[in-house]
């Protein structure tokens, strides 16, 4: 017998012997009416008992009863005065029982077996304490099968479900971790524990960090999908949408499982995953946490064509937007938001349209602006505005928002960020289509901002690919075409001749010559 049941046996007996005086007065009673039925004539018994009873004038029955046996002649001696005496002390204690048990019942403040259910409810707690002591041992130890053992042991207590999640959640930080535990069934553990406590929002909210956390492994993200794990993390936020935590990290797993895998957009798109995102963005507008997830999520779901159509049609595209306005001094917020613009407006010019009406532009170059130290926010942010700039009105849009100066300052302030430098010579060779903005990106330094990136980056194919690119297109002006050959392009294009527009560039360079 395990330690825990010895308790279990404990807490029964604290149940009774708490409620013994209640059953001793009530024993009296029952012993009476058991005798007052008690057949005397019908011949089947052969022995009769009787019993002596006493009743104090304060009403509580103290009355001392036994069984013995009755003779042949004390049986016959037994007269009709004795049986209507007997009768009298029968009913008297009757009647004082009666006043008794009513007595008690009226100081009673709540009924006799909601105090039974809360003992029950007590004793439960105390015993699922040891249970959640275990897992937190078991966890100290990196022992998944225990863990796992336990919750597939106690499936509909929160208390063991919840310290459950929250320990593989820990231990699924460790990348050998996130295998075990799905070999171990910890994934399927997590999904019928939520299943099974869809009304407690803790349970809920360690079940969808845990699948967060084991989504990052390809495989796992197969495996949560087979035991229903997005149907489950959508149904649990759509139970708890005031829950801040459970949107929160709904948002995170939803957005780690849609992470490079297009079967798991598509499934998170038709199981309404993306109008959840929104509504909790939505209804927790000033949380950033909430909407720093909610924007990752979209921005992977946006990876998929068909899943850019409905996140516009959701209106997520004005909920990000909103949200970047509504946190600018947060960075994790602008990131991920330039981010979620970045693959809605890629190769969508209706989505492109759309952000543009809605602000966007303006709201991705203030929150770079904002962020000028912040690598992430720049690099996403001309990654944005490289999308954004694929139709001419929208080019003049985004110089006259300041877009032109704000990348070329991204890339001076970052030379070495190979992903800054990437995304803003490509953006600039958008911009640069228009030749109005060809003129304003040499006015800022834009023509060195752009060689010194390739200098710094010559083994980085994307640096180069789009270094080329923008200043190929510059050098469609024989005037700018010159310039870059003063600032020592024909070097840097040469260096970089095996890219597709390298060697373009250089024969623009020599017609301005001629």
């Known amino acids: 017998m395990y330690k825990h049941d010895v308790s279990m046996h404990a807490y029964s007996l604290l149940f009774v012997l708490c409620n013994m005086m209640f059953f001793s007065r009530l024993l009296a009673l029952f012993a009476i009416i058991s005798i007052a039925y008690a057949d005397d004539n019908d011949g089947r018994h ?6 002596v009873f006493s ?25 009709k005065s004795e049986l209507t005496e007997r009768i009298s002390s029968l009913e008297e204690a009757i009647a004082a029982l009666q006043e008794e048990v009513a007595a008690l019942m009226k100081e009673r403040t709540t009924p006799f077996s909601e105090d039974v259910k809360d003992l029950k409810s007590q004793v439960a707690h105390l015993y699922h304490a040891q249970i959640v002591i275990q897992i937190n041992t078991a966890s100290e130890h990196n022992d998944i099968a225990t863990i ?49 406590n869809r009304d407690q929002d803790v349970v809920q909210e360690q079940g969808c960090t845990a699948l967060a ?35 929160e990290y709904g948002c995170w797993a939803l957005r780690n499982l849609s992470a490079n895998n297009n079967d798991n957009q598509v499934s998170i798109d038709k199981a309404g995953g ?54 600018r001094d ?64 929208i ?67 994307g640096v180069q690919q789009q270094g080329c690119r923008a200043l190929y297109i510059l050098s469609w002006s024989p005037k700018v075409a010159l310039l870059i050959e003063e600032a020592g392009g024909v070097k840097v294009l040469e260096a970089a001749y095996k890219c597709e527009y390298a060697e373009d560039a250089l024969l623009n360079i020599r017609k301005a010559y001629m």
């Open 330 to 393: 947060h960075p994790a917020v602008q990131e991920q938001g330039c981010w979620a613009l970045w693959n809605l407006a890629a190769n969508n010019t209706d989505n492109q349209w759309r952000i543009a009406k809605a602000g966007g532009i303006d709201t991705i170059v203030i929150g770079m602006k904002a962020h000028h130290d912040h690598a992430g926010v720049q690099q996403q942010g001309c990654a944005a505005l490289r999308n954004l700039a694929a139709t001419v009105e």
């Open 213 to 247: 956390n084991l989504a990052v492994n390809v495989e796992n993200q197969l495996s949560i999908v087979k035991v229903g794990g997005i149907a489950t993390i959508i149904s649990c936020m759509e139970d708890h949408r005031a829950h801040a935590g459970v949107q």
């Open 55 to 79: 009743v104090e004038k304060n009403g509580k029955c103290q009355g001392e009863w036994t069984m013995s046996e009755m003779s042949k002649e004390d049986e016959v001696a037994l007269n």
């Open 148 to 196: 796992v053992n336990l919750m597939n042991s106690h499936l509909s207590a929160s208390q063991v479900q919840q310290q459950g999640c929250a320990a593989l959640r820990n231990l699924a930080i460790n990348v050998d971790n996130q295998a075990s535990i799905a070999k171990m069934g910890g994934i399927a553990a997590i999904v019928n524990g939520m299943k099974a």
């Open 46 to 51: 052969n022995k009769k008992k009787k019993a």
């Open 274 to 327: 993306i109008t959840t995102i929104i509504n909790a963005m939505e209804t927790h507008r000033p949380r950033a946490d909430v909407q720093q997830q909610g924007c990752a999520a979209l921005a992977n779901l946006a990876n998929n064509p068909k899943s850019q159509v409905s996140i516009a049609k959701a209106g997520g595209i004005a909920t990000i937007v909103s949200c970047m306005e509504a946190h």
């Open 395 to 461: 080019q003049v849009s985004i110089a006259m928002a300041g877009g032109i100066p704000t990348i070329v300052s991204a890339m001076k302030a970052f030379g070495d960020h190979a992903g800054v430098q990437e995304q803003g010579c490509a953006a600039l060779a958008n911009l640069a289509v228009n030749a109005d903005n060809g003129v304003w990106i040499v006015k800022v330094g834009g023509i060195v901002a752009i060689m010194s990136g390739m200098a710094a980056h010559v083994d980085h194919d």
